[in-house]
Nanobody, 125 residues
Framework: QVQLVESGGGLVQAGGSLRLSCVVS????????MGWFRQAPGKEREFVAA????????YYANSVKGRFTISRDNAGNTLYLQMNSLKPEDTAVYHC??????????????????WGQGTQVTVSS
């Protein structure tokens, strides 16, 4: 059984930064492509960023490109999302996800097999 546990969310002022972490247990972390998604109140869950198993291939939603950075530590079984220049519209529950095709990260929920419970990020104006 694969388990994903996010942490690092919180309340921050606009323009501030946060770093989210996602610890994966139960299977070999490097077997998975990884992604971050978010869901704001009353909205559909949306793609934020994804990374392949080596950490070299990364992909971002246009709304976060240049502000957010996804990375991974395969030795530590941990996925990260560094979020800078935060905006109120970034407020959401952020979920990490693991996909069983390590070479193919991407923006679609169907590409991911396992999901974390999420961590709340709130950006005040």
């Amino acid at each position: 059984q694969v388990q994903l546990v996010e942490s690092g969310g919180g309340l921050v002022q606009a323009g501030g930064s946060l770093r989210l972490s996602c610890v994966v247990s139960g299977r070999t972390f490097s077997s998975y492509a990884m992604g971050w998604f978010r869901q704001a109140p009353g909205k559909e869950r949306e793609f934020v960023a994804a990374i392949n198993w080596t950490g070299v291939g990364t992909y971002y939603a246009n709304s976060v490109k240049g502000r957010f950075t996804i990375s991974r530590d395969n030795a530590g079984n941990t996925l990260y999302l560094q979020m800078n220049s935060l905006k109120p519209e970034d407020t959401a529950v952020y979920h990490c996800a693991a996909g069983a095709r390590p070479h193919y990260p991407g923006p679609y929920e169907s590409m991911y097999n396992y999901w974390g419970q999420g961590t709340q990020v709130t950006v005040s104006s």
